[in-house]
């Protein structure tokens, strides 16, 4: 059985930062695109970053863009979300997900239980 399993997340102050991981197990992560997405209390999920099979292109939402970096460790089959100046706005529940910006959504069910990000002074 696939297993996403998000940790990291936590309650911080504007300016703080985080560092999400997502441990991949009984799934070929080495061989997966991969993106974190994020979703805030009363909203649907929104895509957040992307990375490619071998770490080497990133993409990321402008909204995060400068201020969060995406890497992975497929020796440790993990995904990393480095959050720094957080703000309130970032508060949500974060996701890894399989795909990219166009196709996270249809892996819906390999999602983890997220980790819980807030932001509040």
């Known amino acids: 059985e696939v297993r996403l399993v998000e940790s990291g997340g936590g309650l911080v102050q504007p300016g703080d930062s985080l560092r999400l991981s997502c441990v991949a197990s009984?799934?070929?992560?080495?061989?997966?695109?991969m993106s974190w997405v994020r979703q805030a209390p009363g909203q649907g999920p929104d895509w957040v970053s992307e990375?490619?099979?071998?770490?080497?292109?990133?993409h990321y939402a402008d909204s995060v863009k400068g201020r969060f970096t995406i890497s992975r460790d497929n020796a440790k089959n993990t995904l990393y979300l480095q959050m720094n100046n957080l703000k309130p706005e970032d508060t949500a529940i974060y996701y890894c997900a399989p795909g990219d910006y166009t196709t996270y959504a249809m892996y819906v069910e390999l999602w983890g239980q997220g980790t819980p990000v807030t932001v509040s002074s």
């Open positions: 009984e799934f070929s992560f080495g061989n997966w695109d």
């Open positions: 990375i490619n099979r071998d770490g080497g292109i990133t």
